[in-house]
């Protein structure tokens, strides 16, 4: 069963930001972005490691209260090398071939046959999917409802949109989804960033990660940073 998304009904206001902020203290997240920072370049690793929030909730039934689910755009890319795919018709697909995306268009599209398989092994190897509105149309009947399943379901892009400005914002988007348990994560930076960078995103994360909640901080149990391959630090 496909979960309905809980937005929050109004924006968040200046004065609610300070006042969703003020039970995450500034001095604490700086000094964990520094150690989760400082792991990482004492054991530089063949790759670049991702930072995650990790989040535990409280006072919350996923069984009985509503699930929320909601995305926000980041100021700075988490995972700039998060792979995204392009389900194009031929305008879309010219312009995927041009900037290096990785694309597939109506006619792949039709080979999968609604193969369960298929989709599935498609949906894990992308983070992300876009689609051209004369496809996006299409998804239910060529691929069944695989993509939707697994939380990937393409987002609509226009030919009136730059393509490349669509991926970068895709790949700033991260999502807040409840589910069965009372924890989750979320990426909000990498080890290659400015601290100021991470703390931004860290914020911003946190700040709509409340919002979403029915009791605002009064359901959010503890909030850990951890690097990749880095320990947790505790910010909350």
Known sequence: MVM???W?????RKENIEQLNCKLQSDVLREAITQVAGDAHEKKRKFTETIE????????DPQKDKRFSGSVKLPHIPRPKMKVCMLGDAQHVEEAEKIGLDYMDVEGLKKMNKNKKLVKKLAKKYHAFL???AIIKQIPRLLGP???KAGKFPTLVTH???LESKVNETKAMVKFQLKKVLCMGVAVGNCAMEDKQIFQNVQLSVNFLVSLLKKNWQNVRCLYLKSTMGKPYRVF
């Open 160 to 162: 009136q949109e730059s």
């Open 4 to 6: 309905p998304c809980y």
């Open 53 to 60: 929030l990790q989040i535990g909730l409280k006072n919350y």
């Open 146 to 148: 695989g993509l939707n």
């Open 131 to 133: 689609a051209s509105e």
């Open 8 to 12: 929050p009904l109004i924006p968040i």
